[in-house]
Every structure is written in structure tokens, then in C-alpha cells.
């Protein structure tokens, strides 16, 4: 088995493009979710996917039943690193010397796409993630949602989506975990305003906030706007000094906010790490229905999406 996947990759390594000209992609796994431009690919996918998302996401399952959340972040580990491998994620870290392995965090990165769990599992926390309700809904990925502890959120529902994650999150910190809060709450693009919730938590619970820049991983899988699959995509995490539980207290929410994204947007867009996803509303659409806001910083495409939502509301009237 090993000796057909090493022929496979082999095969399939020279017909990857990083590039935006690509082949079309016709060949489909996991009920459509997943495309590939050839069979070969198809076929070294299917291997590795096969595996990867089978047996070590069921045995996360009943770690998390059992209530062994040591022996669970262990395996989520080794897990991230072999799907890493599988998909060829050059991953490139840095900043990991900001992190104190003792403290619980409220960690806040930057959202692209699914491949962001991957890497932030190759941070030496252990992790709880707030997730969509939708995900929940997935054959299978929503089992093991569920039976490995991950939190719900749901940033259409406001306020009561945030005082359920406030009733939640003690026990998460109390375990000693840190948590995952995507403050952007979509994976629209660099663009997208961050939401309150992940600092008023912060302020709220008196814990430090762990920024992370995480950019190329859209590159890998970058559903639901396309189901391709593209192998050996350069992806870069680079962690920010943390803000202090006592700074976020000094600044209070909308402050420690506004800091925060400005520091990681300002090192995503510094040009030495992967291109971030940019949010293009005539290529991904306009999302009407989510919550999510466009940071004034983009003035040109915040003013865009108040037209559109300007046109519909009187289309409606």
C-alpha cells in the first residue's frame, strides 16, 4: 500500500498547478464534494482521503464520548500532520514562540477554508473549536463535531448565539483547553469585518486572546465555492504576540477588536506570506441571508455590498 502511494504521488506531482489557469477538474469523490482534474489524482485521493477521514476521525469519536480529551488531542494531532502529508501542505510556521503551552487562550485566526484546522493543529495546545451550525448537519464530519466537544455558533442568530457560547466556553477553559473562535465568521475573504463575539467572550471570561495569521489554505479546498482539491499548496501560520487578558480588559471589546484586526489583516497583506483569499462578489456571489459585514477598511467593496442590499431591500418593498 505504501509503495502505490509513493508511485501515485509521484504521478500525480507534476500535473499540479499553483497557478489560476488550471485543467477542468471532472473526477468526484465523496459525493461531489471533491473533484480532481484526472483519474490519477482521483485515485491518490481516494487512498489518502479514504484513510484520513475513516478510521483515526472514528476513533476521535470515541475518545470524545469516553471523555479522554488528553488522548483525543493527541490523535487530532497526529491526525493534522498525516492529512498534511496526504495533500502535500507546505506549511510554513512561525511566531510559535509567542505561545505559553500552560495558558488557556481565546485563539482568533484568520478564516480561509477547512484546511485552517489542519494547521492550527500543529499548535502545541491543546483546542476546542466554535463552529457553524451547518456543520453539524454533515454526514459524518457532524458526528464528529459532536462527539469530539466542538461548540455550536451560529452568527445569524446574534445575541443568543453568543450567550450560548458564554454558558459553554468555562468548561472548555476549565479543561484546559484553549478556544478556536473565527472572528470573520465566514470564509467569504481578508475582506470580511470581524464580529464582537470572540472578544466580548475574551473580556467577559478575562482570558488572553492568541491572534493567528493564517493565509493559502483556500488553496487546498476551498468549498463551497468550488469542490476542487488542489495538492501542494503553500500555506503560512504566523502567530502574534497574544493580547494580555489585562489589555483586553483596558480596551474592552470593541477595542481589542479593532487592534486585533488590525494586526493580522496588516501581516496577511505584508507580502511575504501566501496571498489570502480576497473576497470578489461578481465571482463568489453576495451571500444574501449570512451575517457578515465588510470591513471599512475596504471602502470600495464595503460601499458595493451596501448597494447591493440597498437594491434588494426595495426589490422586496
Same mark, same amino acid.
Given at each position: 500500500?505504501?509503495?502505490?502511494?509513493?508511485?501515485?504521488?509521484? +504521478?500525480?506531482?507534476?500535473?499540479?498547478?499553483?497557478?489560476?489557469?488550471?485543467?477542468? !477538474?471532472?473526477?468526484?469523490? =465523496?459525493?461531489?464534494?471533491? !473533484?480532481?482534474?484526472?483519474?490519477?489524482?482521483?485515485?491518490?485521493? !481516494?487512498?489518502?482521503?479514504?484513510?484520513?477521514?475513516? *478510521?483515526?476521525?472514528?476513533?476521535? $469519536?470515541?475518545?470524545?464520548?469516553?471523555?479522554? &480529551?488528553?488522548? =483525543?488531542?493527541?490523535?487530532? &494531532?497526529?491526525?493534522?500532520?498525516? =492529512? $498534511?502529508?496526504?495533500?502535500?501542505?507546505?506549511?510554513?510556521?512561525?511566531?510559535?514562540?509567542?505561545?505559553?503551552?500552560?495558558?488557556?487562550?481565546?485563539?482568533?485566526?484568520?478564516?480561509?477554508?477547512? *484546511?485552517?484546522?489542519? *494547521?492550527?493543529?500543529?499548535?502545541?495546545? +491543546?483546542?476546542?473549536?466554535? +463552529?457553524?451550525?451547518?456543520?453539524?448537519?454533515?454526514?459524518?464530519?457532524? *458526528?464528529?463535531?459532536?462527539?469530539?466537544?466542538?461548540?455550536?455558533?451560529?452568527?445569524?442568530?446574534?445575541?443568543?448565539? @453568543?450567550?450560548?457560547?458564554? $454558558?459553554?466556553?468555562?468548561?472548555?477553559?476549565?479543561?484546559?483547553?484553549?478556544?478556536?473562535?473565527?472572528?470573520?465568521?465566514?470564509?467569504?475573504?481578508?475582506?470580511?469585518?470581524?464580529?464582537?463575539?470572540?472578544?466580548?467572550?475574551?473580556?467577559?471570561?478575562? /482570558?488572553?486572546?492568541?491572534?493567528?495569521?493564517?493565509?493559502?489554505?483556500?488553496?487546498?479546498?476551498?468549498?463551497? @465555492?468550488?469542490?476542487?482539491?488542489?495538492?501542494?499548496?503553500?500555506?503560512?501560520?504566523?502567530?502574534?504576540?497574544?493580547?494580555?487578558?489585562?489589555?483586553?480588559?483596558?480596551?474592552?471589546?470593541?477595542?481589542? &477588536?479593532?487592534?486585533?484586526?488590525?494586526? =493580522?489583516?496588516?501581516?496577511?497583506?505584508?507580502?511575504?506570506?501566501?496571498?489570502?483569499? $480576497?473576497?470578489?462578489?461578481? /465571482?463568489?456571489?453576495?451571500?444574501?441571508? @449570512? +451575517?457578515?459585514?465588510?470591513?471599512?477598511?475596504?471602502?470600495?467593496? &464595503? !460601499?458595493?455590498?451596501?448597494?447591493?442590499?440597498?437594491?434588494?431591500?426595495?426589490?422586496?418593498?
Amino acid at each position: 500500500m505504501a509503495a502505490l502511494r509513493g508511485r501515485l504521488a509521484g +504521478a500525480v506531482r507534476p500535473l499540479i498547478s499553483a497557478d489560476l489557469v488550471e485543467a477542468p !477538474a471532472p473526477h468526484t469523490l =465523496l459525493d461531489g464534494l471533491v !473533484a480532481l482534474p484526472d483519474r490519477r489524482q482521483q485515485a491518490y485521493a !481516494a487512498l489518502g482521503l479514504g484513510f484520513w477521514l475513516g *478510521a483515526p476521525l472514528h476513533a476521535a $469519536r470515541l475518545l470524545g464520548r469516553a471523555g479522554r &480529551r488528553r488522548e =483525543l488531542h493527541l490523535l487530532l &494531532r497526529w491526525w493534522a500532520r498525516g =492529512l $498534511r502529508q496526504h495533500l502535500g501542505i507546505r506549511l510554513e510556521v512561525d511566531g510559535l514562540h509567542h505561545i505559553d503551552p500552560q495558558e488557556r487562550y481565546v485563539v482568533t485566526p484568520l478564516h480561509e477554508g477547512f *484546511a485552517d484546522t489542519v *494547521a492550527l493543529f500543529h499548535l502545541p495546545l +491543546a483546542l476546542r473549536f466554535a +463552529a457553524r451550525d451547518e456543520l453539524f448537519d454533515w454526514r459524518h464530519f457532524g *458526528a464528529v463535531l459532536r462527539d469530539t466537544g466542538q461548540l455550536v455558533v451560529c452568527p445569524e442568530a446574534g445575541a443568543v448565539s @453568543y450567550r450560548q457560547l458564554h $454558558r459553554q466556553a468555562p468548561a472548555v477553559f476549565a479543561s484546559g483547553e484553549s478556544l478556536v473562535l473565527f472572528p470573520q465568521g465566514s470564509i467569504l475573504g481578508i475582506e470580511t469585518d470581524f464580529r464582537a463575539g470572540p472578544f466580548a467572550l475574551a473580556a467577559a471570561l478575562n /482570558r488572553s486572546i492568541l491572534p493567528v495569521v493564517l493565509t493559502g489554505s483556500h488553496r487546498v479546498w476551498e468549498h463551497p @465555492y468550488t469542490p476542487r482539491l488542489r495538492y501542494g499548496q503553500r500555506v503560512t501560520m504566523s502567530v502574534l504576540e497574544p493580547l494580555p487578558a489585562t489589555e483586553v480588559a483596558a480596551l474592552g471589546a470593541r477595542g481589542a &477588536r479593532a487592534e486585533v484586526q488590525r494586526r =493580522l489583516k496588516a501581516r496577511a497583506l505584508a507580502g511575504d506570506l501566501a496571498a489570502p483569499r $480576497r473576497y470578489v462578489p461578481a /465571482r463568489d456571489g453576495y451571500w444574501d441571508g @449570512y +451575517a457578515f459585514e465588510i470591513d471599512p477598511a475596504f471602502v470600495e467593496l &464595503r !460601499a458595493e455590498i451596501a448597494r447591493h442590499r440597498a437594491g434588494q431591500q426595495q426589490a422586496a418593498s
